[in-house]
């Protein structure tokens, strides 16, 4: 959710325009995804968020069941980055009337796969002509426990920064598949499951929330470097990223070195991660460990550091440099691209 | 919700795919809309719709303020038809790169204006990159009574069919703004706002779910014939429509005169008329026009009666026939394009 075009941040400006919201909104427009209190002892936490042929994806590299499930996991991650739990799915599918009713077919199978792999229902849609291409919108609605929602504005200076998995392998597979890379296979497909397959990581964002073991967290769609700074400015804060501790799969390194591009720059812009980024003071720290390891999850990495001040530095051996502005336009203008 | 593409019914065949709801589901696919009990005694009623540039509208004959609001307009206008209260919106907007910052306020300051006018707060958006067009998809929340709510499949046999105001202006409205046709401007004015300026029935559609007054509700975006085929097959019913019944305006009258068509056909086929369109027992006629009567709301028309079987015929002096296939090619090319 909340995702910019370009670099105007153009939800931020219409945001202002919707003013004030009412008592009922736990959360609304600036986070992953907007809070409502339903009644009973829930929130309803809703998402939405919309891919558009030829700028999320490109069909000769995705087949219409993986768009299907996909669509649904990465709306599946926005839930999971507020620590609710995805529940409801309305559709609204924008079609060309030039392409076939069993591809649509193929498209709703891999959505109702998905609603089954996530234990979401979908309950609603529409469906709409769209000649230029396909277009696929969902809102997920699950539930959240009121006081218990992660969100991106609470990190505090000192708070450890953190993420649920290694970055850069989705970016990197969409390399593999646009370019044909020739990679070992065994290397290769982690890196095109990423990126045709994500994981959204639900149960790590749901202990998050529920043991209160997060000052904030996000989910890593556009790449650690943009989001990290979208908790930043949430929070009114800067951070300082470990160039050594990002955790970088040897495919990832593998694939940077073909394209003669640096593997962090890959880890840090690539974006589509779907893991979570989140915060957490220091003296969390054992409870973090043991509540992920009690619940068979891997364990978090240990990124980096929230400071006081703006903007996130990334520092390695050749010394600090500024990374929050966005990095090689060569993977900031294919990313989220499949 | 729930618009078909083109003839073969695909949200219906996706509906398929996507299995049984889970019991807090107290509307899903095959209605204007979801509802979920949401905990305490309301049911959260969810509509979402997508508007395509160059499918449903053209920026030649609409302002982006205007879109701004019919966006939401028509959103609120399923939640009408169910009978629920307009409350939340997530916006999704699909924004052409090319197109200037400015453009994208003066769409939002159109949204938020119908916020302030329908009591719905914008509490969640996201924006994506669209090269090939604008596109704008809206979910909207809404609260409804438990056992109240406005559904299309409880028509009967020998209930009467009514609609809420006269059909046929905005397709109307659209005509002239394309064609640019000649017209007293005091009929072309009421065309163009009931084309560009919808007024969803929200008050109606509450008044008929909270008094019982309904026994099925569909609003009229598809057109009479289309919408009124939509109950009778969620019904299992067929209706009987009488032509010298539905209402149609002096302004209606002569844009069909200048276009050589009928002015009926302009008032089943033409779409986007945002009316409600229900049925009811004939015995609650009495309860029914005296509390439209009571809330200050114009009294709905009489215009047929639901009947045993299937199909929808016109009863006109020259005889009856089936236009539940759909009409006149001619509108239906263009109809939802403002």
Redesign the interface.
Known sequence: ??????E?G??E???R???P??AE?AL??GDD??A?A?????L?V???????E???FDLAYISLAQLGRKSLAVNVSDIAAMGGEPA?A??????P?ARK?EE??EF??G??AA?REFGV?????????????L?V?L?V?GWGKPGALLRRNGARPGDQVYVTGPLGESAAGLEVLRRGLTLNPVLAAPLIEAHLHPRPRVAAGRLLADEGLASAAIDLSDGLAGDLNHVCRASGTGAVVLGATVPITVGVAEVARLLGADPLTLALEGGEDYELLFTSPPERAGRLFEAFFRAGLSPPVLIGEITAGSGVTLRTSQGDREISGGGFDHFRAHRRQA
Do not use: C, K
Not at 121 to 131: E, F, L
């Open positions: 959710m909340n995702r910019v075009v370009g105007f153009l939800i400006n219409l945001a325009l919707f003013g919201t009412p909104v609304g427009i995804g907007a409502l339903a009644g009973g002892d829930r309803l809703l998402t939405m968020d919309t891919l558009v030829g700028v999320h409801y309305l559709l609204s599918l924008g079609w009337p009713l649509a077919l709703g199978e959505l109702a609603g229902a979908v309950i609603g849609g529409d469906t709409v002509a769209s000649p230029q291409g277009t919108t809102t609605l």
